[in-house]
């Protein structure tokens, strides 16, 4: 089968020419997920992100839940979101949307809005396409 003029072979499928295809723990120092204990919500405070939170490119805030000082102390020890970070969904019917921790966020994540990749922000080029790659890759993995 030929390829089209842009796009190359690799051992995931077909690609743009300029991607490279490596492992997540090649390019990221921390991969973690978050917290497995159902957090105490609470009216305000912290952000608590979830799956729902997490969209392709941005981090949507206009329904998220909260948790106070205590149990946002407790849940960073397990997973800390930096600035960079690429948030991953992992459930429901938006499994596999990424985006990226932005400048200002102060946050802990539930099971569901996880995985977190540390320091790889810097390396990932925020395309749809590739929001896509990563959704159908999870997705594939997932149903087999």
């Known amino acids: 089968m030929e ?10 499928g077909v690609i743009p020419k300029d991607w490279d295809v490596c492992n997540l723990a090649s390019i990221s120092s921390k991969i973690t997920d ?3 204990l159902t957090p105490k919500r609470v009216r305000e405070g912290y952000y608590l992100l979830s799956a729902r939170n997490v969209r392709d490119g941005c ?23 930096q600035v960079g970070d690429l948030l991953i969904s992992c459930s429901g019917h938006g499994l596999g949307r990424v985006s990226i921790v932005p400048e200002g966020l102060e946050c802990v994540l539930v099971r569901s809005a996880a995985p977190s990749l540390s ?17 159908v890759l999870l997705r594939s993995q997932t149903s087999s």
């Open 59 to 81: 981090i949507d805030l206009s329904d998220v839940d909260y948790v106070g000082f205590d149990e946002y102390k407790r849940m960073r020890q397990r997973c800390a979101p």
């Open 119 to 135: 320091n790889i922000g810097c390396r990932v080029h925020m395309h749809k396409t590739r929001f896509q790659l990563v959704r």
């Open 34 to 36: 978050g917290d497995h």
């Open 3 to 12: 390829v089209k003029a842009g796009y190359k072979r690799s051992d995931v």
